[in-house]
């Protein structure tokens, strides 16, 4: 709401000068004029990136592509044994966040790199045409797992710990080692069944 009120506010001011452009020929209009044509431009500019940044950290904002419509859906698998599933399922990893949850170094909160990607599926969004199939464009990070698992008691457990330094190091992914490897399937999305939440 804040956000509006400064834009609407720099627009009166704008058009105020843009109307009686007179008013900066004094020392009052100019500082005026000054604030109207920068300050004010700048803080909606900064006030708005912020407010988008947080939005983008949104599961419905990065669900309102149709193209991601399908990993939406996996979200809602009846099996325990589909990982993003079950922690979504299980407020394992806050449901309003889920995808940001998982996927932090992804788009533009990751290296210039990741940054680089992200704008690149913006200009796919609405000039061209999306990766078939979708994939991510480097292998998952065991780090992401790692942030909220590690010290856990219900990972503690005897294999954990000895695989820790394989699992640090990236040698052995979390993901594609046999153990934790049912993760989206959006392939498979046609002989699943799904959870409903109570309403």
Not at 70 to 85: C, E, H, M, N, R
Not at 138 to 150: A, G, M, T, V
Request: proline content about 5%.
């Amino acid at each position: 709401m804040l956000l509006y009120a400064l834009i609407g506010v720099t627009i009166i001011v704008i058009a105020m000068v843009a109307i009686r452009p007179s008013v900066t020929m004094t020392r009052e209009g100019k500082m005026l004029a000054f604030v109207g044509f920068c300050v004010l431009p700048i803080l909606c500019g900064t006030l708005g990136a912020s407010e988008h940044f947080e939005r983008s950290k949104q599961t419905s904002f990065c669900l309102s592509c149709h193209v991601m419509e399908p990993w939406g859906k996996s979200l809602f698998v009846d099996d325990p044994t589909y990982i993003p599933a079950a922690h979504f399922q299980n407020h394992r990893i806050p449901a309003d966040e889920a995808c940001y949850t998982c996927h932090t170094n992804y788009a533009m909160y990751g290296s210039l790199k990741v940054k680089l990607n992200g704008l690149h599926h913006v200009y796919v969004n609405y000039f061209g045409k999306a990766m078939n199939p979708i994939h991510l464009y480097e292998p998952f990070n065991n780090r992401e797992c790692l942030h909220c698992h590690e010290g856990a008691r219900s990972f503690q457990s005897v294999t954990h710990v000895a695989m820790m330094d394989v699992l640090k190091s990236n040698q052995l992914s979390c993901v594609s080692s046999g153990c934790h490897d049912t993760i989206h399937n959006t392939a498979a999305q046609d002989k699943v069944k799904f959870w409903s939440p109570a309403p």
